[in-house]
């Protein structure tokens, strides 16, 4: 069963047509990674199906939830998806641990005892214990982000989303937070990734979608996307990131 469907989504702002009618099914467990260039609508796609923009028209369901019905309760639909960004988005005034049981008790309600059980655990899964009462800016950028990974964990989430998670890190800490990524992967996490890490996507993803101008030009397994790309678009895009000097 799909968890995500996707149908002739279009989003425009204003004049410029981001998204062109997008398509795009993901079953359970699987790990779609979307690749493009600058501008393609990745980030659009994501917060479409995050809710945080309206699309103009197409449909998409989450978990069988209509997200496009206008009667849909957002609050609700939103809880089963969890949303990393570039930027970390932690509140720097609040400790790790407050962070995270912060919307477990405001959102869920959960008592503060299993809002706080919840966190431990998450941050011990993702190599923080022993981190609960830092503040973001005692920690480095990976940790930072494998906390947001967290916090998005401590909600239930039935989908990850991640919007280029690793690309305001300093390269010696991208490895961590990808490792993370890839033990949701590995433990049956939904997850749509958008990253340039093209190494991850082979080894970690069960498709890729490269997208340019607002469509999905490719999609396919990674070895075929990435490995032997049948469209010219894509092996141009392909061609610029593996070999950025040529
Ligand atoms: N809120 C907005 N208002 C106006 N234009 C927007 C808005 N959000 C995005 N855009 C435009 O939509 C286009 C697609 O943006 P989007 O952020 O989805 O691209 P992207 O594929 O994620 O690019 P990048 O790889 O640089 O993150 C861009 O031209 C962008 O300027
Ligand atoms: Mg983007």
């Known amino acids: 069963m799909s968890v995500i469907e996707i149908s002739g989504l279009h989003k425009a702002f204003g004049p410029l047509q981001v998204l062109r009618g997008i398509d795009l099914s993901v079953e359970r467990g699987d790990v779609v990674c979307v690749i493009g260039p ?3 609508g990745k980030s659009t796609l994501l917060r479409c199906v995050n809710l945080l923009e309206q699309p103009d028209s197409g449909t998409i369901l989450v978990g ?7 009667d849909v309760d957002i609050d609700l639909a939103r809880r089963k998806l969890g ?3 570039q930027g970390f988005n932690l509140f720097s ?9 912060i919307a477990q008790r405001k959102v869920l309600r959960r008592s503060g005892s299993e809002a706080v059980e919840t966190a431990r655990r998450n941050l011990a899964k993702v190599g923080l214990a022993g981190k609960e009462s830092a503040v973001p800016s005692q920690l480095s950028g990976g940790q930072q982000q494998r906390a947001a990974i967290a916090r998005a964990l401590s909600m239930n989430p039935e989908v990850m989303l991640f919007d280029e998670p690793t690309s305001a890190l300093d390269p010696e800490l991208v490895g961590d937070v990808l490792g993370v990524m890839r ?3 590995d433990e049956g996490m939904t997850m749509i990734v958008v990253t340039h890490e093209m190494q991850f996507a082979r080894e970690v993803a069960d498709r890729v979608l490269f997208m340019d101008g607002g469509v999905v030009v490719e999609q396919g397994p990674a070895e075929q996307v990435i490995g032997d790309p049948q469209e010219e678009r894509t092996r141009t895009f392909l061609a610029r990131v593996l070999n950025p000097l040529k």
Do not use: I, K
Request: charged content about 10%; glycine content about 8%; proline content about 4%.
């Open 183 to 185: 033990q949701l992967a």
């Open 93 to 101: 005034h609040l400790s790790v641990l407050d962070n995270l049981t």
């Open 38 to 40: 600058s501008g393609s």
């Open 83 to 85: 949303m990393v960004f």
């Open 64 to 70: 069988g939830t209509e997200l496009t019905d206008p």
